[in-house]
């Protein structure tokens, strides 16, 4: 086996790296998309987590006062915060769907994803 210097190794080193910063340019370039990628897929998780626990959210609100006709019929309705609070999860529920739907189809509304994912 030839006798390898060091200084050779150093030598073939920096002769390497001088034809390096288009390598490294692309290199950065393709380390930022993956991690804006998996930035975005991760916030897309969280946004359906979110909505699914608000869908189960929504199941659990049930009128919670009866009225009786004349006849004795029944009916079930909501009280005003009931009502209130149904309507608020039907808001949120809305908004995040479509801010989900809106990051799925343009690249430009994963901020707003975000900023409505928070707020839910």
């Not at 897929?41 to 006709?69: F, I, N, R």
């Not at 990051?103 to 430009?108: E, K, L, Q, T």
């Amino acid at each position: 086996m030839a006798n390898v210097k060091s200084t050779e190794v150093l030598e073939a080193v920096r002769v390497k790296l001088e034809g390096a910063p288009e390598e490294v340019k692309s290199k950065l370039v393709d380390l930022l998309v993956t991690r804006e990628i998996n930035y975005r897929v991760d916030l897309l998780d969280q946004a359906l987590a979110k909505l699914k626990d608000l869908k189960k959210e929504l199941m659990k609100v049930h009128p919670d006062q009866e009225h009786y006709t004349s006849d004795g019929v029944k009916s079930l309705t909501y009280s005003k915060a009931k009502f209130e609070e149904k309507k608020k999860l039907e808001d949120k529920i809305e908004k995040l769907d479509t801010a989900i739907e809106n990051a799925m189809s343009s690249p430009n509304s994963f901020t707003k994803l975000a900023e409505t994912l928070q707020k839910s």
